[in-house]
Structures are given as structure tokens and as C-alpha cells.
């Protein structure tokens, strides 16, 4: 016969309360539980992704629904991060919830391999592929190195940052030779015409053009072998 005796039936009751505490018990019944999953793996913005749902608020208590429930996932691109899932039961039962989650993505993206100086030219041995969760990430990172090699850093990047599109610039996209379109502005008329690129730049940069007369201009830079130049 075993017996307990009152410190090993206390340790047995501290044990139990600590494990349980540590769980998070989503209230959530396994058919609409499975039903969610489901419906984010096959979302178009996860596809090729890993998943995972996290019920954020145990305070909830999803009912039963006898007829199946009505889940509406929101239809912004990215569902990644917190998201309020909308549930209804319509059939056996009436009623409607926001059911808070946390849908964490699992894929790969560019992180700087030692500190990228501003204005350098990204090269095959300034990054390296990570992998974790995409929901962390701040909008815009770059998940392919075809999208970063040889595109300017506009500001210096710490080592082991992801590589974010907003802080890359094309390297140049007019060249000194280049046949550019250019946009004439002044007060009260717009003209068109073409000229010769006599500096490079990227978009946003200011390069000097060469007009068919001889002229030369100052422009910006608004496209691919396009300038904009404005006349006082």
C-alpha cells in the first residue's frame, strides 16, 4: 500500500500548481480550434510559410456552436502578429465573438553580416540568411538576395539587423551617357523633351542633363531614365 505522507503530498500539490500555472488554456473548442488553423495555413499571405496560432486571451470562452461556426479571417496581405478573428454561430445557436490571437510566421530573411557603412554597395558577403518569426520583423524586410546585392545602404546598418527595403536605394539608375526622358516645369506651363545624362544618380538624386541645343539643366531623378527639372 503506498503511502503519502504530508511532504511528499505538499510537494505533489506545489508541483501540480506550477505546471499548471504555466500553461495558457485557450478556451476555444477543438472543432473551431482545427477550423483556424486551417484557414491560415491556406491564407495567401502565409503560403509557403510555417504557422502558428496562439490564443492570447484565456479569458475567452468560446461556446459550442451545433450547427458549425462562421469564421471570417480579416482580409488585409499580411495577417501576421495580433489579429481579432471574427466568430459566429448562426445555426443551433446565436451569437458573435472577437477572438484575439497571435499568429506567429516562420521563414527566412537578410540580416547584415558585420556593419554596413552608409552609402556602400550591398555585396554577397554583407548578409546572411536567418530564420525565424516574420511577425517580429519590421515592415519591409528582404527575404532574397537578389533584392539587395548591389543596391545602395542609405544609412549604416548594425551587424546581425535584417535588411530593410526602405533603407536601400537602386545604385544607380541613370548613367553618365544615358538617353533620359526630361520633364520641364515652370510657372505655368509643362514641357517634354530628351537629353543626354551628364551625371549619374539614383532616384531622388540631382544629375546635370544635356539639352539637344546645347542647354544644360539640373534635374531630379523621378524614374528610370527619367528627370524632372524646374524653372524659376
Given at each position: 500500500m503506498l503511502k503519502i505522507t504530508r511532504f511528499s503530498f505538499l510537494s505533489l500539490i506545489l508541483l501540480c500548481a506550477?505546471?499548471?500555472?504555466?500553461?495558457?488554456?485557450?478556451?476555444?473548442?477543438?472543432?473551431?480550434?482545427k477550423e483556424i488553423r486551417a484557414l491560415v495555413a491556406k491564407h495567401p499571405a502565409m503560403l509557403n510559410y510555417k504557422t502558428s496560432v496562439e490564443y492570447v486571451d484565456p479569458r475567452i470562452r468560446v461556446p459550442d456552436c451545433p450547427g458549425g461556426y462562421e469564421v471570417e479571417l480579416p482580409s488585409r496581405t499580411r495577417l501576421w502578429g495580433r489579429v481579432?478573428?471574427?466568430?459566429?454561430?448562426?445555426?443551433?445557436?446565436?451569437?458573435?465573438?472577437?477572438?484575439?490571437?497571435?499568429?506567429?510566421?516562420?521563414?527566412?530573411?537578410?540580416?547584415?553580416?558585420?556593419?554596413?557603412?552608409?552609402n556602400s554597395r550591398l555585396s554577397q558577403g554583407d548578409f546572411v540568411l536567418s530564420e525565424g518569426d516574420l511577425s517580429d520583423l519590421p515592415d519591409g524586410f528582404v527575404q532574397k538576395a537578389e533584392d539587395a546585392l548591389g543596391r545602395q545602404v542609405i544609412r549604416p546598418i548594425a551587424p546581425g539587423n535584417p535588411i530593410l527595403l526602405n533603407n536601400l536605394r537602386e545604385s544607380s539608375v541613370i548613367r553618365v551617357g544615358d538617353q533620359i526622358k526630361v520633364k520641364i516645369i515652370g510657372s505655368g506651363f509643362e514641357a517634354a523633351g530628351s537629353g543626354i545624362a551628364q551625371s549619374g544618380g539614383s532616384s531622388g538624386d540631382s544629375i546635370k542633363v544635356k539639352m539637344p541645343d546645347g542647354q544644360a539643366l539640373q534635374g531630379k531623378v523621378i524614374g528610370p531614365a527619367t528627370v524632372e527639372s524646374k524653372i524659376d
Amino acid at each position: 500500500m503506498l503511502k503519502i505522507t504530508r511532504f511528499s503530498f505538499l510537494s505533489l500539490i506545489l508541483l501540480c500548481a506550477s505546471f499548471f500555472a504555466g500553461q495558457v488554456f485557450a478556451q476555444v473548442p477543438p472543432a473551431l480550434d482545427k477550423e483556424i488553423r486551417a484557414l491560415v495555413a491556406k491564407h495567401p499571405a502565409m503560403l509557403n510559410y510555417k504557422t502558428s496560432v496562439e490564443y492570447v486571451d484565456p479569458r475567452i470562452r468560446v461556446p459550442d456552436c451545433p450547427g458549425g461556426y462562421e469564421v471570417e479571417l480579416p482580409s488585409r496581405t499580411r495577417l501576421w502578429g495580433r489579429v481579432n478573428i471574427p466568430v459566429r454561430c448562426n445555426k443551433g445557436a446565436k451569437w458573435f465573438v472577437y477572438l484575439p490571437v497571435k499568429i506567429q510566421v516562420f521563414g527566412q530573411y537578410l540580416v547584415t553580416s558585420h556593419q554596413i557603412q552608409g552609402n556602400s554597395r550591398l555585396s554577397q558577403g554583407d548578409f546572411v540568411l536567418s530564420e525565424g518569426d516574420l511577425s517580429d520583423l519590421p515592415d519591409g524586410f528582404v527575404q532574397k538576395a537578389e533584392d539587395a546585392l548591389g543596391r545602395q545602404v542609405i544609412r549604416p546598418i548594425a551587424p546581425g539587423n535584417p535588411i530593410l527595403l526602405n533603407n536601400l536605394r537602386e545604385s544607380s539608375v541613370i548613367r553618365v551617357g544615358d538617353q533620359i526622358k526630361v520633364k520641364i516645369i515652370g510657372s505655368g506651363f509643362e514641357a517634354a523633351g530628351s537629353g543626354i545624362a551628364q551625371s549619374g544618380g539614383s532616384s531622388g538624386d540631382s544629375i546635370k542633363v544635356k539639352m539637344p541645343d546645347g542647354q544644360a539643366l539640373q534635374g531630379k531623378v523621378i524614374g528610370p531614365a527619367t528627370v524632372e527639372s524646374k524653372i524659376d
